[in-house]
């Protein structure tokens, strides 16, 4: 049961176009990718104050690097970080902007950065399963294997029921 746009008359809140827009990003595919970005840029058209959306974009612009959507990965690499950049000017401790900017640092293999990022985003969320696979995955790739896999054997602890995609 996903909610879809078709699903109700009337226009819809900022904060309902973010949870649609969060719905696409999840599929994984382009198509949907595209579809995410563009719910999340009327959500800040409804309330620019939204960090979430900002976020949210910013994690659109990830998607498009990672499964080399874009046709320019290095602007999408860019406007990912400029994305969380922005996010955390309005709110220096919001946990996905703080994610996201740890990501792109690991896929500019700043290694310590994307740890110390990691870290900031789990005094705020430090239980959330994808989050600590991601620290973990960062922390191996810079060398601390064992931490890595403390942190991958917790996240599959808190989400045994977890989506294959873990496994990567």
């Known amino acids: 049961n996903r909610l879809r746009l078709s699903d109700r008359s009337g226009p819809f809140s900022a904060w309902e ?36 959306a900002r976020a949210g974009i910013g994690w659109t612009h990830l998607e498009d690097y990672c499964f080399n959507w ?14 969380a950049f922005d996010a955390l000017r309005m709110d220096p401790r919001h946990y996905s902007a703080l994610y996201l900017k740890s990501y792109t640092h690991l896929l ?25 696979l991601h620290q973990g995955y960062v922390v ?20 045994p029921h977890h989506p294959n995609w873990y496994h990567f």
């Open 70 to 83: 874009s046709g320019d990965p290095a602007a999408s690499l860019a406007a990912a970080e400029s994305s």
């Open 140 to 159: 191996s790739c810079g060398g601390a294997a064992e931490k890595g896999l403390d942190s991958i054997t917790a996240a599959l602890a808190i989400n």
């Open 17 to 52: 176009l973010c949870v649609v827009a969060k719905q696409k990003f999840l599929d994984y595919r382009r198509e949907s990718n595209t579809e995410a970005r563009r719910h999340y840029q009327q959500a800040l058209g409804i309330d620019p104050r939204l960090v979430r």
């Open 108 to 132: 500019r293999r700043d290694f310590d950065l994307a740890e110390a990022e990691c870290e900031n985003a789990r005094s705020d969320n430090p239980n959330d399963p994808e989050l600590l």
